[in-house]
T-cell receptor, first 113, second 111 residues
Framework: EAGVVQSPRYKIIEKKQPVAFWCNPI?????LYWYLQNLGQGPELLIR????????DSQLPKDRFSAERLKGVDSTLKIQPAELGDSAVYLC???????????FGPGTRLLVL | DQQVKQNSPSLSVQEGRISILNCDYT??????FLWYKKYPAEGPTFLIS?????DKNEDGRFTVFLNKSAKHLSLHIVPSQPGDSAVYFC??????????FGKGTRLSVIA
């Protein structure tokens, strides 16, 4: 069974530029999560989707971050404009349902210069 | 305010010995606890979990113990192997709330 796929794996951009990350969850997983992981910290939830509906986006900085999960399968997380402090690893995870074990992708490491 | 705390940033253990990773939590509403393992440049991988109705769950070399009165859980790895060297994250949740992760403990198993 294929795992959670994320791309790109690495991204270097200059501040104020836009950036987008893509995630394809495990087939059949209805719940999709985007996490932010700063160096030396654990993952922190940005947004959770149940199918195509964002059910928890309270931690998403909506002035610059946006996400979508059209058709309830793959998802895109966007930052516009990026700031220096956005340098981190962005993890995507999926689970069959909201209370079930989450499976993580390899993450996208973002460096904002 | 950190709700899930892993107070040891790192731990070194000799191969074949027991590794004990500790985790404390402050939210008494947490009822489900998990351990994830993370290798460099990879995402966290689910290792083992425990519900608050249990005090122990075992899976091969890995055992998680939960002490609800002390709000403490621990992960035991016996025997430790070099391939166990990774960062271990403790996580907790309650009901439909998001998983809350600790900062992780880096385990080094020395051959």
């Amino acid at each position: 069974e294929a795992g959670v796929v994320q791309s790109p794996r690495y991204k270097i951009i200059e501040k104020k530029q836009p950036v987008a990350f893509w995630c394809n969850p495990i087939s059949g997983h209805n719940t999709l999560y985007w996490y932010l992981q700063n160096l030396g910290q654990g993952p922190e939830l940005l947004i959770r989707y149940e199918n195509e509906e964002a059910v928890d986006d309270s931690q998403l900085p909506k002035d610059r971050f946006s996400a979508e999960r059209l058709k309830g399968v793959d998802s895109t997380l966007k930052i516009q404009p990026a700031e220096l402090g956005d340098s981190a690893v962005y993890l995507c995870a999926s689970s069959p349902g909201p209370q079930e074990t989450q499976y993580f992708g390899p993450g996208t490491r973002l460096l904002v210069l | 305010d950190q709700q899930v705390k892993q107070n040891s940033p790192s731990l070194s253990v000799q191969e074949g010995r027991i590794s004990i990773l500790n985790c404390d939590y402050t939210n008494s509403m947490f009822d489900y606890f998990l351990w994830y393992k993370k290798y460099p440049a990879e995402g966290p991988t689910f290792l083992i979990s425990i519900s608050s109705i249990k005090d122990k769950n075992e899976d091969g070399r890995f055992t998680v113990f939960l002490n609800k009165s002390a709000k403490h859980l621990s992960l035991h790895i016996v025997p430790s192997q070099p391939g166990d060297s990774a960062v271990y994250f403790c996580a907790a949740s309650s009901g439909n709330t998001p998983l809350v992760f600790g900062k992780g403990t880096r385990l080094s198993v020395i051959a």
